[in-house]
Nanobody, 118 residues
Framework: QLVESGGGLVQAGGSLRLSCAAS????????MGWYRQAPGKQRELVAL???????NYKDSVKGRFTISRDNAKNTVYLQMNSLNPEDTAVYYC??????????????WGQGTQVTVSS
Protein backbone atom coordinates (compact mmCIF):
# COMPACT_ATOMS: atom_id res chain seq x y z
CA GLN A 1 0.00 0.00 0.00
CA LEU A 2 2.99 2.29 0.58
CA VAL A 3 5.94 2.19 -1.79
CA GLU A 4 9.07 4.14 -0.92
CA SER A 5 11.97 5.18 -3.09
CA GLY A 6 14.96 7.48 -3.03
CA GLY A 7 17.35 6.19 -0.38
CA GLY A 8 21.03 5.59 -0.95
CA LEU A 9 24.59 6.46 -0.05
CA VAL A 10 25.67 10.09 0.09
CA GLN A 11 28.61 12.04 1.48
CA ALA A 12 28.21 14.38 4.41
CA GLY A 13 26.75 17.67 3.26
CA GLY A 14 24.91 16.03 0.40
CA SER A 15 21.21 15.71 -0.34
CA LEU A 16 18.65 13.00 -0.96
CA ARG A 17 14.95 13.05 -1.72
CA LEU A 18 12.65 10.30 -0.50
CA SER A 19 9.24 9.57 -1.99
CA CYS A 20 6.37 7.46 -0.72
CA ALA A 21 3.23 6.72 -2.70
CA ALA A 22 0.04 5.27 -1.26
CA SER A 23 -2.02 3.06 -3.52
CA UNK A 24 -5.15 0.97 -3.37
CA UNK A 25 -8.82 1.72 -2.75
CA UNK A 26 -8.28 5.01 -0.95
CA UNK A 27 -10.97 7.49 -0.04
CA UNK A 28 -8.70 9.92 1.78
CA UNK A 29 -5.17 10.09 3.11
CA UNK A 30 -4.88 11.86 6.43
CA UNK A 31 -1.49 12.45 8.04
CA MET A 32 1.64 11.19 6.33
CA GLY A 33 5.03 11.07 7.92
CA TRP A 34 8.60 9.90 7.84
CA TYR A 35 10.25 7.96 10.64
CA ARG A 36 13.75 6.55 10.94
CA GLN A 37 15.46 3.83 12.86
CA ALA A 38 19.20 3.66 13.33
CA PRO A 39 20.93 0.44 14.44
CA GLY A 40 20.36 -0.20 18.13
CA LYS A 41 17.93 2.69 18.47
CA GLN A 42 14.19 3.08 18.58
CA ARG A 43 12.20 4.28 15.62
CA GLU A 44 11.68 8.04 15.81
CA LEU A 45 9.53 10.59 14.06
CA VAL A 46 11.42 12.76 11.58
CA ALA A 47 8.62 14.79 10.00
CA LEU A 48 4.85 14.74 9.79
CA UNK A 49 2.41 16.53 7.50
CA UNK A 50 -1.37 16.53 7.93
CA UNK A 51 -3.93 16.57 5.16
CA UNK A 52 -4.38 20.27 5.87
CA UNK A 53 -0.67 20.96 5.50
CA UNK A 54 0.36 21.36 9.14
CA UNK A 55 3.94 20.20 9.62
CA ASN A 56 6.09 19.03 12.52
CA TYR A 57 9.80 18.25 12.44
CA LYS A 58 12.23 16.56 14.77
CA ASP A 59 14.37 19.34 16.21
CA SER A 60 17.63 18.03 14.78
CA VAL A 61 16.36 18.15 11.18
CA LYS A 62 14.70 21.56 11.26
CA GLY A 63 16.16 23.81 8.58
CA ARG A 64 17.69 20.84 6.75
CA PHE A 65 14.75 18.58 5.88
CA THR A 66 11.53 19.54 4.13
CA ILE A 67 8.41 17.39 4.03
CA SER A 68 5.77 17.95 1.38
CA ARG A 69 2.88 16.08 -0.18
CA ASP A 70 0.97 15.85 -3.43
CA ASN A 71 -2.60 15.02 -2.47
CA ALA A 72 -3.59 14.27 -6.07
CA LYS A 73 -0.94 11.54 -6.17
CA ASN A 74 -1.29 10.41 -2.52
CA THR A 75 2.45 10.90 -2.27
CA VAL A 76 4.67 12.35 0.43
CA TYR A 77 8.23 13.56 -0.07
CA LEU A 78 11.17 14.23 2.21
CA GLN A 79 13.87 16.50 0.86
CA MET A 80 16.98 16.04 2.96
CA ASN A 81 19.79 18.57 2.69
CA SER A 82 23.04 19.05 4.61
CA LEU A 83 23.03 15.42 5.58
CA ASN A 84 25.41 14.24 8.29
CA PRO A 85 26.41 10.76 9.48
CA GLU A 86 23.92 11.00 12.38
CA ASP A 87 21.14 10.91 9.77
CA THR A 88 22.13 7.37 8.76
CA ALA A 89 19.15 5.08 9.32
CA VAL A 90 16.39 3.14 7.66
CA TYR A 91 13.67 5.62 6.80
CA TYR A 92 10.05 4.51 6.93
CA CYS A 93 7.00 6.18 5.49
CA UNK A 94 3.75 6.09 7.46
CA UNK A 95 0.25 7.00 6.38
CA UNK A 96 -3.09 7.21 8.11
CA UNK A 97 -5.81 6.71 5.55
CA UNK A 98 -9.49 6.04 4.98
CA UNK A 99 -10.36 3.27 2.54
CA UNK A 100 -13.11 3.38 -0.05
CA UNK A 101 -15.21 1.37 2.41
CA UNK A 102 -14.64 4.14 4.98
CA UNK A 103 -12.45 2.06 7.23
CA UNK A 104 -9.39 3.64 8.81
CA UNK A 105 -5.99 2.08 8.35
CA UNK A 106 -2.43 2.91 9.32
CA UNK A 107 0.29 1.67 6.99
CA TRP A 108 4.07 1.51 7.01
CA GLY A 109 6.34 1.47 4.01
CA GLN A 110 9.00 -1.17 3.53
CA GLY A 111 11.81 1.15 4.57
CA THR A 112 14.65 2.64 2.59
CA GLN A 113 18.26 2.83 3.72
CA VAL A 114 19.94 6.21 3.95
CA THR A 115 23.67 6.11 4.60
CA VAL A 116 25.73 9.26 5.06
CA SER A 117 29.49 8.87 4.94
CA SER A 118 31.85 11.27 6.69
Amino acid sequence: QLVESGGGLVQAGGSLRLSCAASGNIYRVNAMGWYRQAPGKQRELVALITSGGSINYKDSVKGRFTISRDNAKNTVYLQMNSLNPEDTAVYYCNADLISSTLRRFNYWGQGTQVTVSS
